[in-house]
């Protein structure tokens, strides 16, 4: 037990001050456990960081589960994840209790800020992540077909054919990446796995169908949330046109309240899959804020930890498989389109009015390029100067 507290303590401290995104959340991790913990080698720290990246879901937060099991075994995981999730989840759900209460003159100055920091943000990670995936003509073409697509047909069930095509695309022409053969155990034994995917898969197939059924607002909730933890790929920022297509489009929180939770989830630490807390806060369904926060972050995070439990068992297998590196080429790609798809609508067709309004996008985009300022800054900062100037 004081073991687990010890480990919750440590991860609660770097929740508190993991500024900065899922790149920054994995040097943070890799200084505190891999160099001066030392309760891993470098090598399979990179390991876990390889496999997280393979995986659906928030990367960050996974390695963090990773490191956790690997100190503490699944409690630790689960331990873990908490410490390092409590703080930005507690910190927005009291954001949307003040968005929701806080009805005055200054809120809408105040939203019209935190959606031009959005934009700035967005546009910054759209463009370090195709720099990033997109290092071939192959790759390029990809993400434009994908954020061309996207834009015409904005559905969740196109972003699964756009990730399969891809995918196909790549394996049939695309070079594989570069291989890692390091080694990483956790521990994690083969009924576990099997039962892990099992779980997995039947509440992938059976909470659709469960949820439009009874149409309990609660279940339908739980669905969606789960449903996008268990299928987005590419990390925090490409939740936000999944967590679009569902939370809005069925008028379960309003484009305001999602774009200015957005750009608040910015200005925390944490990792951003998070912002199912805030949204969960601000829904326009009639329900508890507190207990519909908690539900869809607990929903969202779920997956992960049934992934870690099968993929990290199965890695093995196909790890080293060419046309398994291949096709993460086209993957890659893909969701960086659909970031690209998600900051022209709904992002810029909403915050974007005034020429200003571009000059200043453009320029908070130059500050986070340049590093002159972190983004949690630029979301304050934008929040308090239009309340004051707007």
Known sequence: MKELFSLFLTFFRLGCVAFGGPAAHLALFKQTFVDE??????????????????????????????????????????????????????????????????????????????????????????????????????????????????ILFNHFAVQFLIIATAALCSVLFAQPLEKNTSRVQLGLSPSLAWISFA???????????????????????????????????????????????????????TLDDF??????????PGPIFTFAAFLGGVNQLGLPMAATAALCLIAIFLPSFLLINCCFYFWQKISNNTQVQKALVGINASV???????????????????????????????VLHKKWAPAWLLVVASGLLAVIFI
């Open 336 to 366: 960086v389109g659909f970031l690209l798809a998600a900051f022209y609508d709904p992002i810029l067709t909403s915050a974007i009015n005034e020429h200003w309004q571009v000059a200043l996008v453009l320029l908070l985009t130059l």
């Open 37 to 150: 913990k030392q309760w891993l080698s470098a090598d399979n720290y990179a390991q876990i960081m390889a496999i997280s990246q393979f995986m659906p879901g928030p990367a960050s937060s996974q390695v963090g589960i990773c490191l956790g099991m690997l100190r503490a075994g699944q409690l630790g995981g689960f331990v873990a994840w908490l410490g390092f999730t409590l703080p930005t989840a507690l910190l927005l759900v009291c954001a949307a209790y003040g968005l929701t209460q806080w009805q005055n003159d200054q809120l809408p100055a105040m939203i019209t800020g935190l959606k031009l920091a959005t934009a700035a943000i967005v546009l910054h990670a759209c463009y370090s992540m195709s720099r990033q995936f997109c290092t071939s003509a192959l790759g390029w073409m990809l993400l434009i077909l994908s954020t061309s697509t996207m």
């Open 199 to 253: 779980m997995l898969l039947v509440l992938l197939v059976c909470l659709p169908l469960f949820a439009q059924a009874s149409e309990h607002p609660l279940l339908l909730l739980f669905d969606s949330f789960f449903r996008i933890g268990a299928t987005v790929f590419g990390g925090g920022h490409v939740v936000l046109p999944m967590l679009e297509n569902e939370v809005v489009a069925n008028k379960w929180v």
């Open 259 to 268: 774009l200015a939770g957005y750009g608040i989830t910015q200005a925390m």
